[in-house]
């Protein structure tokens, strides 16, 4: 099967998401993956050159999740212009989507993101070819600019409408999806995954304690991905400040860049908490299970808010895989997916965060609410995942071939 996945983001310096790991398995298993994404973070780092117009690139061999993926990565060019970069979008990117379904058309279309599904989802049309929608996050709150959220939006619903599949991460997002104008007969839901081999009990953490000074008796915090300025690790180094750092015995462990990256850096330092708080910036994939292991308790304190109120994000599954308990506001879509006394422990706010983690220590139950985590998340494979993913890109070729896109026929 080829397929041709079209995002309006970075596939390839971005946290490894799911359309990672399951893109990469299919690869593995024979598939034929072609990416085209976007410089999502141009204006951060763009080139040593600088450009008001981006050249297209391709990238060829790339692996993110899996060291033997295969992946080529194909970015057209931009205006590098703010607001005109999206003008600019709907004609280099439509233009190499229908140049790539035109000289080599693929089997099915991935789109995922708001401009770029609906380019790809116009061309699926126009060249006979299913399109399938995929859904990570609320695409349509995702979208930074106040201005063009509306309009956002009104793309939004057609692309849910019209899309011959829908293929969401947990409930939560289902409901969304449908609430969008998605057709609940195809719309379905395909959870995270975990790797196994490379996120378990059998990972060593020691290196990391040593490298950044953690001592034997001291309990870590760990948080790991995207730095948003909603995630609550600025309330968190607040509390520790407010608590009195040199008598908890804890250490913050912050792996990953973003937002708030600077601002955390300049708390830190303003609070005096250099020696209680660590900020890695971002780490290789292949490292994190080391972050993880050389830590006590997994922290998600983020904001209720309409960006991460249906969300499950990936790394609350690889948290639970390695045995650690997980502190988590009481956002409802990871409430909904890990429910009451699964090895997550709940808080109203980012700033009690350090409160419940210093009453499991006081307790002495995180040994005890790790093995709830691990026990829970024990069957989340990612060879499951990939089996029901290509199960539904093939159904959907097969029921397209034949004529089928009844949108009451499920899946």
Not at 5 to 28: P, S, Y
Not at 111 to 126: E, F, I, N, Q
Not at 299 to 304: D, V
Request: with cysteine; hydrophobic share 40%; glycine share 8%.
């Amino acid at each position: 099967m080829k397929i041709l996945l079209v995002q309006d983001t970075d596939w390839l310096t971005r946290n490894v998401h799911q359309h990672h790991h399951v893109g990469e398995r299919l690869c593995a298993r024979g598939h034929d993956l072609l990416v085209i994404d976007h410089d999502v973070l141009w204006r951060k780092h763009g080139n040593s050159k600088w450009e008001l117009f981006s050249r297209r690139q391709v990238f060829h061999g790339i692996s993110k999740a899996l060291p033997s993926a295969n992946v080529t990565v194909i970015r057209p060019g931009i205006l590098r212009v703010p607001f005109l970069v999206y003008v600019s979008m709907f004609f280099t990117y439509g233009r190499e989507i229908s140049t790539q379904l035109r000289e080599s058309p693929p089997d099915v279309i991935i789109g995922m993101y708001v401009l770029t599904s609906y380019l790809s989802l116009r061309a699926s049309k126009r060249h006979g070819i299913p399109f399938v929608f995929e859904v990570l996050e609320p695409y349509s709150e995702m979208i930074p600019s106040a201005v063009l959220r509306p309009i956002g939006k009104l793309i939004l619903k057609r692309v849910f409408r019209e899309a011959d599949r829908v293929v969401v991460i947990n409930e939560r997002l289902r409901q969304y999806a449908v609430g969008m104008g998605a057709h609940p007969e195809t719309t379905c839901v395909i959870r995270a995954g975990i790797d196994f081999e490379r996120f378990g009990s059998h990972v060593d953490g020691q290196a990391v304690r040593r490298q950044y000074g953690i001592a034997e008796h001291e309990k870590v915090l760990c948080f790991v991905g995207w730095l948003y300025h909603f995630s609550g690790l600025k309330e968190l180094l607040a509390e520790l400040a407010e608590l009195g750092r040199d008598d908890l015995g804890i250490k913050v462990l912050i792996v990953g860049d973003g937002d708030a990256f600077e601002e955390l850096q300049r708390m830190r330092t303003d609070l005096y908490l250099e020696n209680y708080v660590t900020m890695t910036g971002k780490q290789p994939y292949e490292k994190i299970p080391e972050f993880l292991a050389a830590s006590d308790i997994c922290i998600l304190p983020a904001y209720n808010n309409s960006i991460m109120r249906d969300i499950v994000p990936i790394k609350m599954y690889e948290y639970m895989a390695m045995g650690k308990p997980v502190i988590a506001t009481k956002l409802p879509g990871i409430m909904n997916e890990f429910g009451p006394d699964n090895g997550v422990l709940w808080i109203e706010r980012p700033e009690d965060a350090l409160g419940k983690a210093l009453l499991m220590i006081k307790e002495g139950t995180i040994e005890a609410h790790g093995k709830r985590a691990k026990h829970f998340v024990r069957d989340n494979d990612w060879g499951t995942v990939v089996d029901r993913s290509e199960e539904v890109l093939l159904d959907c070729t097969q029921f397209f071939e034949n004529g089928a896109r009844d949108k009451g026929i499920s899946t």
